[in-house]
């Protein structure tokens, strides 16, 4: 997937991360479908597609690579942002913590 089709189909979820809790929920599932039409999938370490991963999951891990895309091209408010939404996700769906590797 490029930096720019990923770009567009998170913005959804980035425009809506400033609405509450259920508008962003609504968005990490609207994004997910996306996601999953388009044929996107989470990676375990060995490179093979991930299994049981929840929307919330492939939001984040979408918004991860994102976030890595935008510090490459010297965008850091914009990255900022998405590790922000990513925490938020992960806060409402009660995912563990994973330390930034990005």
């Known amino acids: 997937m490029t ?7 998170l913005e959804p979820l980035l ?3 400033d609405e509450d809790e259920s508008s962003l929920l609504d968005a990490v599932n609207l994004t997910a479908e996306a996601m999953a039409a388009l ?11 991930a299994r049981g991963v929840s ?3 492939a939001v984040v891990a979408a ?3 994102h976030a890595h895309h ?3 091209a010297g ?5 900022v942002e998405a ?16 330390p930034r590797t990005v």
Not at 83 to 98: D, F, K, N, S, T
């Open 3 to 9: 930096p720019n089709l990923l770009s567009e189909l």
């Open 83 to 98: 590790l922000q939404v990513a925490e938020r996700i992960g806060r409402i769906a009660h995912l563990p913590h994973h």
């Open 39 to 49: 044929g996107a999938t989470v990676l375990d370490p060995k490179g093979q597609p």
């Open 75 to 79: 965008r850091l408010d914009d990255v």
């Open 55 to 57: 929307d919330e999951r």
């Open 15 to 17: 425009s809506a991360a």
């Open 63 to 65: 918004l991860n690579t």
């Open 70 to 72: 935008l510090m490459r």
